[in-house]
């Protein structure tokens, strides 16, 4: 399983059968956010 970029850049790569070695849902929302934080520059909360 592979988490991209939007222009196919790997961000990380999990090799794994069934259930040994594949990435948890948690790790895989954690991929995601930092992907996200990376592309988009209004990521951060405005500070008041």
């Not at 961000?11 to 259930?19: I, P, Q, T």
């Not at 995601?32 to 008041?48: F, G, K, M, T, Y």
């Amino acid at each position: 399983m592979l988490t991209l970029f939007p222009d196919l850049t790997i961000h990380s790569a999990y090799n794994g059968y069934w259930f040994w070695g594949r990435p948890s849902t948690e790790e895989l929302r954690q991929d995601l956010r930092a992907i996200s934080r990376a592309v988009r520059s209004d990521w951060e909360l405005p500070q008041s």
